[in-house]
């Protein structure tokens, strides 16, 4: 039986891909329809994707969003678990900023790879493959970014993501220690400008009360456009 839609369809023919009964069944079950044309679309540009990372949300793209309504000079950029790259290389692109991305995959960073020079900014990009959690943070960045994994395995979550990189999307068994961390040297920082955060919807609370531990008070909660906490900004 095929559930996929005209569009799904068209979109097959455009990439020049065979439709088999092996192919539909596939995407029937679940698997993501970017994953077998190989791209994505992300805030109108387009962007390599596999296995590797994770498909971007309708949810990033408002992080950027409301990053941009912030109307404030933004010369160099900090994307943390950059993944794909979409977040800061569309910041690049939209406001000709300098980006420094720190991801620990490999394989995400190939992917990286592939889409900075699609977009030719390796003069805008510096990609640094490290794990967050031994990478310091300098004080010279207008913007820090981060959309990190959130989600524990006891999480509802679509089936869909199954077929995404569980270190994309799991933080183990404590959903804001990528937060944690990233606020701690936030906390000793004097330059920045904003910090912004995509979250998931039951984390803000937690987020909030550890920043004001840390003597951050100048934060404040967004929704996404279905109503739910998706977002965090933390002010200089």
Known sequence: MNNLSDLDINTL???????????????????????????????????????????????TEQLIEQVLNKNFKINKVLDLCSGSGVIGLTLANLTNA???????????NEVCKR????????????????????YQIEDCYDLIISN???LTHQDKVSPNT????????????????????????????????????????????????????????NISVKKDYNDKDRFIFILK
């Open 13 to 59: 023919k455009e990439h020049n891909i065979l439709i088999t009964n092996e192919l539909l069944t596939k995407l029937n079950d679940g698997y993501p329809l970017q994953y077998v044309v190989g791209d994505a679309i992300f805030y109108g540009y387009k962007y390599f994707v596999n296995e590797n990372v994770l498909i971007p949300r309708f949810e």
């Open 148 to 150: 990190p994994p959130y």
């Open 98 to 108: 300098y980006v420094d991305m720190v991801e620990v995959s490999h394989e995400a």
């Open 162 to 217: 199954r077929f995404e990189p569980d270190m994309a999307l799991y933080s183990d068994e404590d959903p804001i220690k990528y937060y944690k961390y990233i606020i701690d040297q936030v906390a000793l920082l004097n330059n920045y400008k904003l910090v912004a955060f995509e979250i998931g919807e039951e984390e803000a609370d937690d987020i909030i009360f550890y920043a004001k531990s840390k003597n951050i008070n």
């Open 115 to 134: 889409n900075i020079k699609l977009h030719h900014l390796e003069n805008k990009i510096n990609l640094i493959e490290q794990d967050l959690f031994k």
